[in-house]
């Protein structure tokens, strides 16, 4: 049975450092593509970032460009989103999703995770 379930969010003042994991089952992160996406008030979703099995990484959004990483370990078949700098709009929910490869298709991805908060706020 597939899984991906997502940790690591919560409350974090601007300017701070957050590390989301999606830590799946069922499937090799090696095998397929693993993207994060948001939820923000002012974005219904956007793909945020996505790595291939093979490791190429594409980073979606504009706005996160140089301050939001992402990575996989192969070992523990996670992958991780580490968000510096953040901004008050990039408060919202955040979720890992599973297709053949990257992007990974915002409607009809194979697997979804069922997301994760994040808040940013003094």
């Known amino acids: 049975q597939v899984q991906l379930v997502e940790s690591g969010g919560g409350l974090v003042q601007p300017g701070g450092t957050l590390i989301l994991s999606c830590e799946v089952s069922g499937f090799s992160v090696n095998t397929r593509g693993v993207a994060w996406f948001r939820e923000t008030p002012r974005v219904r979703r956007e793909q945020v970032a996505c790595?291939?099995?093979?490791?190429?990484?594409?980073y979606d959004a504009d706005s996160v460009k140089g301050r939001f990483s992402i990575t996989k370990n192969s070992g523990t078949n996670t992958v991780f989103l580490r968000m510096e700098n953040l901004k008050a709009e990039d408060a919202g929910v955040y979720y890992c999703a599973a297709d053949r490869s990257c992007p990974v298709p915002i409607f009809g991805a194979d697997y979804w995770g069922k997301g994760v908060p994040v808040n940013v706020s003094s």
């Open positions: 790595i291939t099995g093979s490791g190429r990484i594409q």
